[in-house]
């Protein structure tokens, strides 16, 4: 018997995810998609449809916010910044002022795709051996990650100004209004912020602001529900919609920011000369087809763009939509291509401004020999084992010798994904790395734990990896903040936190919409399986697990685990625009 027979039984929930909440049919089918066992986990969203302007992001109150500016005639830049600025009080576990972000922005002027790096730094002080601890080992992760150390000097202010400045509408004072306005009177807190608090209640009163901020006078973290104001944060706020981003990397902000970094137990680096020399960074983004599709995203020092575009490259010549979502031969694939992406991503992908990267990781010959590997697994349709892999030989102008990194990362982080009605296009991933950041708060924001993406070991065996720290250098991230072109127009905009494991919900999500022919709602929803160094890991109480025999008897090592994306896309059709927000987190799409 198909070991896949019983998917039948989730047809049901799939037709009332899809069809009831939508109410209508849009000539994309999912008939016979793996579905999420709605009701046992949670809910689907329903699929939104807007004319012309929309915004899908990790909470209503930032959704609103942005909204609220094209109801003023802003651009999606101008919405960007008020989604980004609301954010930071709703969700502040995630993101916010005190962290970093990449931002793919499509202009629809000019026809031209621009990334802006907003990535933290390390500080100049630092060296490569900031989280070996005094007896030469290694730091515990959670260890280096609470407190100054971990901080890395702050990108996102400087995003957001640079960002503005370029292809913002409105006054830089009118995008911070919403914001003031909501840490003035208080915002509801939510389920999920409630559950962040508690989860990480210990650490978080290693700060006395956070303390007294998220708890109550008792120490009892604050309950969903309760009015929270931040009147800290609107200060703050009204300090940058007044003076520019200089309010904020110089004079009393900054000075409080050095002084909470450097006098917290387990003390960092990052010191005023960091904050004022601090640059956001215009890159090439990093393109690459995928059947009729030009896929675009983050380069480095994201990993995102470049592994996404070795993945695809390497599944390119298998014909997914043939297979389809129910057949465990596509998920072998697809993790295949992945964990052999990621052996290579660990190898190479740092910030190039400190290191030479092959410039051949995206070479089609060099991923078409790659994917042999996964090929030659397989005799008469059976896997016969699941070999372990190394990193590859591509193509490059210089000696490769790296020792493979072991960053950890652990997931917070948010996306969001906008299109007003001139055609811009935003994809932005923002993030304070991990939930709270370093735990540190600061004048109504968190302050990052950024450093703790860089490898803690600079070196094994005396080879050095790509992704050990330098001063000034910006740590390697998997934000995969991307936008889709199709037939030279873009097509969709999509991105999701997850850690490391972002690049997987990001793949799954384009093939679903690629491939699977899904529309942006069903392909979100879509139970995720994700393979980055072998072990597979799939997502529980979903129909993912469903997968599990048949993937363990290929050899892989099978993990059910809560795989919380946040996802938040938008996909540009000839009938308009249609969102999905992440069912596994609080995400909304709102449109006009
Ligand atoms: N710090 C991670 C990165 O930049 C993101 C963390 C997360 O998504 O939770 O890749």
């Given at each position: 018997?198909?070991p896949f027979s019983?998917?039948?039984r989730?047809?049901?929930?799939?037709f009332?995810?899809?069809f009831?909440?939508l109410?209508i049919a849009?000539?994309q089918?999912?008939?016979?998609a793996?579905?999420?066992?709605?009701?046992?986990?949670?809910?689907?969203?329903s699929?939104v449809q807007?004319?012309?302007?929309?915004?899908a992001?990790a909470h209503?109150?930032a959704a609103?916010a942005?909204?609220?500016?094209?109801d003023k005639?802003?651009?999606?830049?101008?919405?960007?910044i008020?989604?980004?600025?609301v954010?930071g009080?709703?969700?502040?576990?995630?993101s916010?002022?005190g962290?970093?972000?990449?931002?793919?922005?499509?202009d629809a002027?000019?026809?031209?795709t621009?990334?802006?790096?907003?990535?933290?730094?390390?500080?100049?002080?630092?060296?490569?051996?900031?989280?070996?601890g005094p007896?030469?080992?290694?730091m515990?992760f959670?260890d280096?990650i609470v407190g100054?150390r971990?901080?890395?000097?702050?990108?996102?202010v400087?995003?957001?100004e640079?960002?503005?400045q370029r292809?913002?509408?409105l006054a830089w004072?009118?995008?911070f209004?919403p914001?003031?306005?909501?840490?003035n009177?208080g915002?509801?807190?939510?389920?999920?912020?409630?559950?962040?608090?508690?989860?990480?209640?210990?650490?978080?009163?290693?700060?006395?602001?956070?303390?007294?901020y998220?708890?109550?006078?008792?120490g009892?973290?604050i309950?969903?529900g309760?009015k929270?104001?931040?009147?800290a944060?609107?200060?703050?706020l009204s300090?940058?919609?007044?003076?520019?981003?200089?309010a904020?990397?110089?004079?009393?902000?900054?000075?409080?920011m050095?002084?909470?970094?450097?006098?917290?137990?387990?003390?960092g680096?990052?010191s005023l000369?960091d904050?004022a020399?601090?640059?956001?960074?215009?890159?090439?983004?990093v393109c690459?087809?995928?059947?009729?599709?030009?896929i675009c995203?983050?380069?480095?020092?994201?990993s995102?763009a470049?592994?996404?575009g070795?993945?695809f490259g390497?599944l390119?010549?298998?014909?997914?939509?043939a297979?389809g979502p129910?057949n465990?031969?596509s998920w072998r694939l697809?993790?295949?291509?992945?964990r052999?992406?990621?052996a290579d991503r660990g190898?190479?992908?740092a910030d190039?401004d400190?290191?030479?990267?092959?410039?051949?990781l995206?070479?089609?010959?060099?991923?078409?020999?790659r994917?042999?590997l996964?090929?030659?697994?397989?005799?008469d349709?059976?896997?016969?084992?699941?070999?372990?892999?190394q990193?590859g030989?591509p193509?490059?102008?210089h000696s490769?010798?790296f020792?493979?990194?072991?960053a950890?990362e652990?997931?917070?982080?948010?996306?969001?994904?906008?299109?007003?009605?001139s055609?811009?296009?935003?994809?932005?991933t923002?993030?304070?790395e991990n939930g709270?950041?370093?735990r540190?708060?600061v004048?109504?924001f968190?302050?990052?734990n950024?450093?703790?993406?860089?490898?803690?070991t600079?070196?094994?065996?005396?080879i050095?990896?790509a992704n050990r720290i330098?001063?000034g250098?910006?740590?390697?991230?998997?934000?995969?903040?991307?936008?889709?072109?199709k037939?030279g127009k873009?097509?969709?905009?999509i991105?999701?936190?997850?850690?490391?494991r972002i690049?997987g919900?990001v793949?799954?999500?384009l093939?679903a919409l690629?491939d699977?022919?899904?529309d942006v709602?069903?392909a979100?929803d879509l139970?995720?399986l994700?393979?980055r160094?072998?072990?597979?890991?799939?997502e529980?109480n979903?129909?993912?697990?469903?997968f599990?025999p048949?993937?363990a008897?290929?050899g892989?090592k099978v993990?059910?685990?809560?795989l919380?994306?946040?996802l938040h896309?938008?996909v540009i059709s000839?009938?308009?625009?249609?969102?999905?927000?992440?069912?596994r987190?609080?995400g909304v799409?709102?449109?006009?």
């Open positions: 018997m198909h019983n998917i039948g989730f047809a049901f929930s799939l009332v995810g899809l009831i909440g109410g849009h000539g089918q999912a008939a016979d793996i579905a999420p066992e709605f009701g046992k986990t949670r809910q689907s969203n699929l807007g004319k012309s302007q929309m915004i992001a209503p109150d609103k942005g909204m609220a500016m094209f005639g802003g651009s999606a830049i101008d919405a960007m008020a989604t980004q600025l954010l009080l709703v969700e502040p576990q995630s916010g002022l962290g970093g972000a990449f931002l793919v922005y499509h002027a000019s026809g031209k621009i990334t802006l790096d907003g990535r933290e730094t390390a500080p100049l002080a630092a060296d490569e051996n900031l989280f070996i007896d030469g080992e290694a515990k959670f280096a100054g971990s901080v890395g000097t702050p990108g996102t400087a995003l957001l640079e960002a503005h292809f913002g509408k004072a009118d995008l209004e914001a003031i306005n909501l840490a009177d915002f509801a807190v939510s389920a999920r912020l409630n559950q962040s608090i508690q989860g990480s209640s210990e650490s978080l009163f290693s700060n006395e602001a956070a303390r007294a998220f708890f109550s006078e008792e009892v973290p309950f969903e309760t929270l104001k931040n009147p944060y609107a200060e703050t300090a940058i919609a007044k003076d520019g981003a200089k904020f990397y110089s004079n009393e902000i900054a000075e409080d050095v002084k909470v970094i450097q006098s917290s137990t387990n003390p680096l990052l000369e904050l020399a601090y640059k956001v960074i215009e890159r090439e983004p690459f087809e995928y059947r009729t599709y030009y995203g983050m380069g480095p020092p994201s995102g470049l592994t996404l070795q993945i390497m390119e010549k298998h014909d997914l939509a297979l129910s465990a031969e697809i993790g295949e291509a992945s052999l992406a990621f190898r190479y992908m190039t400190f290191v030479k990267m092959p410039k051949g995206l070479n089609k010959a060099y991923l078409d020999e994917s042999k996964f090929d030659l697994d397989v005799v349709g059976k896997l016969l084992d699941t070999p372990a892999i990193p030989n193509p490059s102008d490769l010798l020792a493979d990194d072991n950890l652990l997931p917070s982080t948010s996306h969001f994904s906008i299109v007003d009605s055609g811009n296009v935003v994809s932005m923002t993030t304070i709270f950041g370093s540190q708060m004048r109504g968190l302050l990052n950024e450093l703790t993406d860089f490898s803690f600079p070196e094994i065996g005396g050095p990896v330098e001063p250098k910006r740590p390697r991230s998997s934000m995969a903040p991307t936008i889709v072109f037939d873009p097509w969709a905009a991105g999701s936190p997850g850690g490391s690049i919900y793949a799954k999500t093939i690629i699977w022919d899904m709602q069903a979100i139970p995720h994700v393979n160094f072998g072990t597979y890991d799939v529980e979903s129909a993912a697990e469903d599990a048949a993937l008897g290929m892989y993990q059910s685990r809560n919380n994306s946040g896309g938008i000839q009938d308009g625009l249609l969102g999905g927000a992440d069912p987190r609080e799409v709102f449109a006009k």
